[in-house]
């Protein structure tokens, strides 16, 4: 049991890194890129529209989208590692 108990203590160490990495990026691109640093990436432009606009209204929503398929991806690697995966 104990051997178990320090397996799941480090899937959950492991799930929680991947969490919190993919928590900041989606910060960094959704306060960051839309609200803190608009004015300098509004100086860069992307399909006519200015780069700090597109992240505000757009860009972070794409982000998020695709992080949530990163962490699909990433824990179901993790499931299969800690041999905890449903299938």
Known sequence: ????AGKMKAYWKKNLKTLFFLLFIWFLVSFGFGILWVE??????????????????????YSF????????YRMNKLDKEFDVNEE
């Open 1 to 4: 049991m104990a051997k178990d």
């Open 40 to 61: 300098e990436l509004n100086t860069i432009r992307l399909g006519g529209y200015k780069l700090g606009f597109w992240f505000a209204q757009q860009g972070s929503i």
């Open 65 to 72: 989208v695709i992080l949530i398929f990163i962490y699909v």
